[in-house]
């Protein structure tokens, strides 16, 4: 039907059975499709051709098309599959990228804290005979936190802690050994108040380097 619709057209246009839009609408579509310009000049070369002939031209014409489309579209969807798997591949590596650099980051500074702390550790705590108090944490966090008490000494020190236990918590507690109030109230206030102890009575010796 629309071969012969237009088959029928083009005889209508060359014999000029058309009107003046009908013949400007068809001379439009011409221009852009060479194929109908084809058909209408051999129209007028032949003055008149076949239906059959016609339509092998309108078919060729609809092939050719057709086969512009799909080539196209093949080469659209292609660039933009291209495209999305570019902007993927560039994703992924950024998110490993920021992965790496999070952990590595994580590392360095733990490793960095352990060494600091190793080289600002100036507090060494040891118990003395016949003294069974110990902390519940253990010797070695509790000479990190009592580091951190007394950071700020810059004297040497070599001080004597004795006190009872009662029910977990240190009390009695004497001080010998150091000049300094600060350092001497710092001690009891650590002993007492931020550990938790283990025994019935203790005697500790905690010595303080002034050494950074």
Request: proline letters at 1%.
């Amino acid at each position: 039907m629309e071969n012969n619709y237009q088959l029928s057209r083009i005889h209508n246009y060359v014999m000029g059975l058309m009107s003046k839009e009908e013949m400007y609408a068809i001379e439009r579509e011409a221009l852009q499709d060479p194929f109908l310009q084809d058909a209408i000049d051999g129209y007028k070369m032949q003055q008149g051709v076949d239906a059959k002939q016609l339509s092998i031209l309108q078919q060729r014409l609809a092939r050719r098309v057709e086969t512009q489309k799909m080539d196209n579209n093949r080469r659209f969807f292609g660039w933009q599959r291209l495209t999305v798997a570019l902007a993927a591949a560039v994703l992924f590596v950024v998110a490993c990228s920021l992965v790496f650099f999070k952990f590595f980051s994580s590392q360095q500074e733990k490793k960095t804290e352990v060494i600091l702390m190793e080289q600002q550790l100036r507090v060494d705590s040891r118990t003395l005979a016949k003294n069974d108090a110990i902390p519940e944490m253990g010797w070695p966090q509790f000479n990190e936190e009592l580091n951190s008490e007394v950071r700020d000494v810059l004297s040497t020190e070599d001080v004597i802690v004795r006190f009872n236990v009662e029910n977990g918590l240190a009390t009695a507690i004497t001080v010998a050994g150091t000049s300094s109030s600060e350092v001497g109230s710092a001690i009891i206030e650590f002993v007492r108040d931020k550990v938790k102890w283990n025994g019935t009575r203790g005697e500790i010796r905690i010595e303080i380097d002034s050494k950074e």
